[in-house]
Every structure is written in structure tokens, then in C-alpha cells.
């Protein structure tokens, strides 16, 4: 099984990344199925939009996971109402919130089923990760390849989360803080794991913000509203790609990609 997961798409510039190099990766890699976080995929970098979605799902993406921005537009309602279930939220946010935090989709004769989780630590207060997981995987068959979507800020309560998972799911991808990190690793010879996967969207921004506007709001400590960058005309595109073994659920590889349009920017 080959499993391409794409890092935060953000705005246009991410969606521009996704259109130029995705083709190039699908030759490539030909991967059996595609995993993007979406939730800054929406114009102004805030949750994402129907046409967002749309215009992901064209492309190529199979499953679309979100975040601690999931809410962040209204169209989100609607999106996770559709009735063919690629878009998912965090398991633990409330009950009572619509839409789901897995999907299962059926690749040949095997099932692969993605899960979205949201951290704790300097993050909004949710239900405890490591509990809810636990409940979540205690009702998915063992056969099932496994990949954890864990968008978190902190890097210890990743790097715990892929340890606590370690033998119990194919991967556990981190997400959120949008920069690439160097500790793509197969924990325990079973688990890929990377703290964070990295960001699809501006080379020439603050985490695809404007530079202006965040380099501002830490000189002034004002509550400066904090704008997309939309000028660059270079981008970014951040993935890693999975290979499990031969009929096994056993993550063998774990493969950083790290694309530049524009390198010398």
C-alpha cells in the first residue's frame, strides 16, 4: 500500500502548489490513496470552503481531514453533512457536533481507515486525545491500515501520541504547526511517524501568513489581525508518502517530500 499525505493546503497559493506538483507525484509515486489536510484551505487561510473542497477533491484528493480551524466557515456544516464522506473532524470535539472523524475506504480487497485527532497542549480545550483513540480503535478491526491525522502544537504530545499508538496503526502524521520537521521514522518497526508533515502554501510567508502582519503583531504585541499571504509567487509543497509491507498493515517507509517552485526565494 502506498499512502501519499499532504501537509496543511493553505489558501490559493497552496491550492496552485497542489495543482503544478500533485501530477508529478501521482507519476511518481502512483500512490493508492491520497490524505490532505484541508482546514486552511479556504480563501483568507481560515477552515474551508465548498469550492475549496470542490476544487481539492478534482485534483485528486481522496480524503480530507481538518483541524482546530475546522469551524472557521460556515460551508463546514454542510460539507461534513455530504453523504460521500471524505471530509472528517477532530474525534475530540463534542458529540453532539456534526459530521465524522473517520472514514473507511476499501482499496482492492484491504480497508484503510484515517482518523482525525486534535492535540491538547496550547490548544483549545477538547477531550482527551489518548482516551479518545482509544476508544475509536477498540471498534476498528485489526486488518484495517491505520493513519492517524494528529494536529497538534506541541511537539512532545506528538512524538508521546506516536509512541502511545506504536503497534496499533500503520501511521501517526502530525499536522498544525506547518513546518517540515527531520524525525521521519518507523517507531518500534511497525509505526511511520513524522512530528509534523509541513505546509502546502506560500514560500515566502510566516506559516502562510503575511510577513508584515505577523512580524507586526510580536513587535507591538497588538492583537493585529493576521492576513494570508497571497503575493508570493513561489510555493511550497510538504508530503510524506507511506509504503507498508507486502499484505501487511506494517508501515516499511516513511518519505519525506519537500518541493520549492522558487527555491532562491
Given at each position: 500500500m502506498k499512502i501519499l499525505f499532504i501537509g496543511d493546503i493553505v489558501?490559493?497559493?497552496?491550492?496552485?502548489?497542489?495543482?503544478?506538483?500533485?501530477p508529478v507525484l501521482k507519476d511518481k509515486y502512483q500512490p493508492?490513496?491520497?490524505?490532505?489536510?484541508?482546514?486552511?484551505?479556504?480563501?483568507?487561510?481560515?477552515g474551508i470552503t465548498k469550492s475549496a473542497f470542490n476544487i481539492l477533491s478534482s485534483l485528486g484528493i481522496n480524503i480530507i481531514t481538518t483541524g482546530n480551524h475546522v469551524w472557521d466557515n460556515d460551508d463546514i456544516y454542510d460539507l461534513l453533512e455530504m453523504t460521500n464522506n471524505s471530509i472528517i473532524r477532530p474525534a475530540n470535539y463534542s458529540k453532539s457536533l456534526p459530521g465524522e472523524f473517520l472514514i473507511t475506504r476499501k482499496i482492492g480487497?484491504?480497508?484503510?481507515?484515517?482518523?482525525?485527532?486534535?492535540?491538547?497542549?496550547?490548544?483549545?480545550?477538547?477531550?482527551?486525545?489518548?482516551?479518545s483513540i482509544d476508544k475509536i480503535l477498540a471498534n476498528i478491526p485489526k486488518?484495517?491500515?491505520?493513519?492517524?491525522?494528529?494536529?497538534?502544537?506541541?511537539?512532545?504530545?506528538k512524538i508521546a501520541m506516536g509512541y502511545y499508538l506504536s503497534g496499533k496503526v500503520?501511521?501517526?502524521?502530525?499536522?498544525?504547526?506547518?513546518?517540515q520537521t527531520n524525525d521521519a521514522q518507523?517507531?518500534?518497526?511497525?509505526?511511520?511517524?513524522i512530528t509534523d508533515v509541513g505546509m502546502t502554501g506560500s514560500?515566502?510567508?510566516?506559516?502562510?501568513?503575511?510577513?508584515?502582519?505577523?512580524?507586526?503583531?510580536?513587535?507591538?504585541?497588538?492583537?493585529?489581525?493576521?492576513?494570508?499571504?497571497t503575493t508570493s509567487s513561489g510555493w511550497?509543497?510538504?508530503?510524506v508518502l507511506i509504503n507498508t509491507a507486502n499484505d501487511s498493515t506494517i508501515a516499511k517507509s516513511i518519505i519525506p517530500i519537500k518541493e520549492l517552485s522558487n527555491p532562491n526565494i
Open positions: 489558501g490559493n497559493i497552496g491550492i496552485k502548489a497542489l495543482s503544478e506538483y500533485l493508492d490513496i491520497i490524505v490532505a489536510n484541508g482546514e486552511n484551505v479556504a480563501p483568507n487561510g481560515r480487497t484491504k480497508n484503510i481507515t484515517v482518523i482525525n485527532i486534535c492535540g491538547q497542549a496550547f490548544m483549545n480545550p477538547l477531550n482527551c486525545p489518548f482516551e486488518n484495517h491500515y491505520i493513519i492517524v491525522d494528529f494536529h497538534a502544537e506541541a511537539t512532545s504530545e500503520t501511521a501517526v502524521i502530525g499536522t498544525h504547526t506547518h513546518v518507523i517507531i518500534k518497526e511497525h509505526t511511520a511517524y514560500n515566502s510567508s510566516v506559516l502562510g501568513m503575511s510577513t508584515e502582519t505577523v512580524i507586526k503583531r510580536f513587535q507591538t504585541k497588538l492583537p493585529i489581525k493576521l492576513n494570508l499571504d511550497q509543497f510538504s508530503a
